[in-house]
C-alpha cells in the first residue's frame, strides 16, 4: 500500500511552519478497522469485525476505542450495534458505569433528545459521575451528525461546565450555535476559548482589535532576541531559525534541536520579526509589499544580532534555518557579515515559484504542491466551521502571512548571491515537498558550484528535521563525519540516470555503508511507487524486495510487494504476499479486497 503523506494543518498555523513527524503506533486502531469494514461490507459485517478483534493483541482497544464504535453505529442508525458495543464496554471497563457521558448516550439511543436535557439538570452536580472530555465531545459530535442540535448543545455545554480549560469544547459548542442560527452566541463563545491561551495565534489576532501597520522596533538588548535552552556553557551553539511565520516560538512542541542525538551544545531559539510584533500578521488595512519586506529583512537583522552576541562570546555557532527560517537565513547571507561558522538551510528554494502566493478571488486558499510537482489549491483554514463567522479577519491575516514570505521571495538568490563563496552551508530539500514544490536541479547546481553540500531527503516539506538527516548534519560538523545520503534519494537519482541496477548491487553489497542512512521503510516505498508510475515496474520489484528484506514483520513491506506482483502478472506470489501482510495486520483492507478479487 502506498503510504501517503500526510499534510496537516493546524487552524492558524501556515504550512510554511515547522512540525514534526509522529513515529507509527506498533498496533492498529480498532476503531478505524471498523470504520474501514463498514465502508467496505456494511454495518453487520463491521460489528462482526469488532466482535471477533475487540481483545486481538494486533489492536489497541482502550475505552476510548470501544466510544468511537458505539458512535460510528449510533450514527449509522444502528441502535442495536450501538447497544451491544456499549455492553462489552461496561463490562470490560468498570469506570464506564459512572461515566456521565455513556449514560447520556444511552439516552441518546433510546430517549428522546429532551430527556437529555432533563438528566443533566438531575445529574450533573453528583459526586458519582465522571466527565471525560473525550466521551462527551463524540456524544455531542453523533447528535451534531443526526441533525439534534439541541441535544448536541447541551452536551457540549456540559462539557464545558466540567472541563472549562479545554479548548475544543468552545469551539464544538460554538459549532452547535452555528447549527442553531444564533452567530452572535457562537462566535462569543469561541472568543472565550481563544482567552484561555496566553499566547497569542493568527485566529486570536484576527479577532483582536484592529490596527493599522505599526513598523517593529527591535530592542536594543540582544539576549531579548532568543531563548535559549540546554548546555548554557557549552562551546558550541546551535542557533534554530522555524517556520510559520508563526506569531510565537514553536519551541513548546517537538524541538528539532533534540533530533541531533546529542545535548552537548546550547540550544537557541531565534525571534522573527513577527514574533516580537505579533500585530502586524493581523494589520488593517493589510501591510504592503514594502512594509513586508522591511519585516522579513528584521528578521535577518535579529539572526545576524544573535550570531553576533554568541561569536563575541567565543562560541562556535551553526545556524539551521527551516522553511520560512531558511527564507531568513538566505536575506542573512545576501545582506549580513557571515559571521556563522556554518549554515543548515532546508525546505526553501533560492528562486521561490511564485505561485504559492497568487491571489485568489475567494480568498482563504494557498497553493501546494501534490508529490512535490502538480500544483492544486489547498483551503487554509480547512473545515474550520466557525471560520465563516469572521471569514474577512481571517483572509485579511492570511494575506498578511503570505505577504511576509511571498514580498522576499520577489528576489531571485541564484542572482544576488551569484560569484559568494556558500561554503559554509548544507542545503536540504525534500523531494516530495508539499509546501514548495520540488527543488529545481539548476538550483541545486548552483549550491554546488559555489561550494555548498546538497542532500535531497526522500520525503516532504518536515523529513529533513527527522533524526536520521540532523544526527549525521551533527556529526559531520562536530566530528568530521561524511555527511551520509538516503538511500531512496540515491537509487532514485540512480534510475534517473539509468544506473538502477549498478547502484542497488553496489549499495547491497555494503548496505552498512557510512555513506547512507539506515533504510528508512516509508521512503524505500514511496520509491517503489514512484517507480511504478514512471512504468519501471521491475526497479520498483527490486526496491519492495528490498524493503521486505529490511522490515520481514513490516505488514506494508509485503502489501506492496504483493501489488507489483500482481501488475506482473505472478498470481502466486502476489497472493502469498497479500496473505503474509494480511496475518501482520488483519486491518489491511487493501490485502482483503486484493484477494477477494484473486478468488473470483
Known amino acids: 500500500m502506498k503510504m501517503k503523506m500526510k499534510m496537516i ?25 471498523v470504520y474501514d469494514v463498514t465502508m ?50 461496561e463490562q470490560r471497563f468498570s469506570k464506564l458505569k459512572t461515566s456521565a457521558a455513556l449514560n447520556l448516550f444511552y439516552l441518546a439511543i433510546e430517549k428522546a433528545p429532551s430527556t437529555i ?8 452536580n453528583k459526586k458519582e459521575y465522571y466527565y471525560s472530555a473525550f466521551e462527551l465531545n463524540e456524544i455531542g459530535m453523533s447528535l451534531m451528525a443526526k441533525k439534534k442540535y439541541e441535544a448536541a448543545k447541551l452536551v457540549f455545554q456540559l462539557n464545558l461546565d466540567k472541563n472549562p480549560t479545554t479548548n475544543s469544547a468552545y469551539e464544538r459548542l460554538g459549532e452547535a450555535y452555528v447549527a442553531l442560527g444564533n452567530q452572535a452566541k457562537a462566535l462569543a463563545t469561541y472568543q472565550k476559548g481563544l482567552d484561555l491561551n ?7 489576532l484576527a479577532l483582536g482589535e484592529q490596527l493599522p501597520y505599526q513598523a517593529t522596533v527591535l530592542p536594543k538588548d540582544t539576549t531579548q532576541l532568543f531563548v535559549s535552552e540546554g548546555k548554557t556553557n557549552s562551546q558550541m551553539v546551535f542557533i534554530f531559525v522555524q517556520g510559520g511565520p508563526l ?42 509589499a514594502a512594509q513586508a519586506v522591511a519585516e522579513h529583512q528584521l528578521s535577518a537583522e535579529i539572526l545576524h544580532r544573535t550570531v553576533k552576541y554568541f561569536k ?16 531568513i537565513g538566505l536575506e542573512y547571507l545576501r545582506t549580513k557579515e557571515d559571521l556563522a561558522d556554518g549554515l543548515i538551510l532546508m525546505g526553501s528554494d533560492l528562486d521561490e515559484d511564485l505561485r504559492n502566493y497568487e491571489e485568489k478571488e475567494k480568498g482563504g486558499t494557498f497553493i501546494r504542491w501534490q508529490n512535490g510537482i502538480e500544483p492544486y489549491e489547498k483551503s487554509f483554514y480547512g473545515d474550520f466551521i466557525l471560520g465563516t463567522l469572521f471569514q474577512e479577519a481571517l483572509f485579511r491575516g492570511l494575506d498578511n502571512v503570505k505577504l511576509l514570505v511571498s514580498s522576499n521571495h520577489q528576489q531571485r538568490y541564484t542572482e544576488l548571491l551569484k560569484g559568494r563563496d556558500l561554503s559554509k552551508v548544507i542545503f536540504m530539500y525534500g523531494r516530495f515537498d508539499e509546501a514548495n514544490g520540488r527543488t529545481q536541479a539548476r538550483e541545486v547546481e548552483f549550491w554546488r558550484a559555489h561550494g555548498a553540500q546538497v542532500r535531497e531527503s526522500y520525503g516532504d516539506h518536515h523529513s529533513m528535521l527527522a533524526k536520521p538527516y540532523l544526527s549525521t548534519v551533527y556529526e559531520h560538523l ?8 538516503s538511500v531512496a534519494s540515491m537509487l532514485a537519482q540512480a534510475s534517473a540516470a ?17 555513506l547512507y542512512h539506515p533504510l528508512d521503510e516509508n521512503e524505500i516505498n514511496n520509491l517503489g511507487y514512484e517507480l511504478l508510475g514512471q512504468g519501471k515496474k521491475q526497479e520498483a520489484l527490486a526496491v519492495f524486495k528490498l524493503n521486505v528484506a529490511a522490515f520481514p514483520d513490516h505488514w506494508n513491506t509485503h502489501d506492496s510487494l504483493a501489488e507489483t506482483y500482481l501488475l506482473l502478472g505472478n498470481k502466486r506470489l502476489g497472493i502469498k504476499h497479500y496473505q503474509t501482510s494480511l496475518s501482520l495486520h488483519p486491518g489491511n483492507l487493501y490485502a482483503i479486497k486484493a484477494l477477494r478479487e484473486q478468488q473470483k
Not at 312 to 327: D, F, N, Q
Not at 505 to 512: D, V
Open 198 to 204: 496566553d499566547q497569542p495565534t493568527l485566529i486570536k
Open 9 to 33: 494543518l493546524f487552524i492558524g498555523v501556515l504550512c510554511w511552519g515547522t512540525t514534526l513527524p509522529s513515529p507509527l503506533a506498533a498496533q492498529s486502531s480498532l476503531s478505524q478497522f
Open 247 to 288: 506569531p510565537t516560538l514553536g519551541i513548546y512542541g517537538n524541538d528539532p534541536l533534540l533530533n541531533f542525538g546529542s545535548d552537548d551544545f546550547l540550544r537557541v531559539h531565534v525571534k522573527e520579526s513577527q514574533i516580537i510584533n505579533p500585530t502586524i500578521l493581523a494589520a488593517k488595512p493589510k501591510m504592503t
Open 478 to 485: 562536530t566530528q568530521g563525519k561524511i555527511l551520509k545520503k
Open 117 to 124: 436535557a432533563k438528566w443533566i439538570e438531575k445529574n450533573a
Open 312 to 327: 563575541g562570546r567565543g562560541k562556535t555557532v551553526y545556524v539551521v534555518g527551516h522553511s520560512y527560517g531558511c527564507s
Open 40 to 89: 467496505l461490507d456494511g454495518a453487520d459485517a463491521a460489528l462482526d469485525t469488532f466482535v471477533r478483534y475487540e481483545q486481538s493483541p494486533k489492536f489497541y482497544a482502550n475505552q476510548d476505542e470501544f466510544f468511537k464504535c458505539a458512535q460510528l453505529f449510533f450514527r449509522m442508525g444502528q441502535k442495536e450495534s450501538a447497544l451491544k458495543i456499549l455492553g462489552k464496554a
Open 498 to 514: 539509468h544506473e538502477f541496477d549498478f547502484a542497488l548491487a553496489s549499495y547491497q553489497e555494503n548496505p552498512s555503508s557510512n
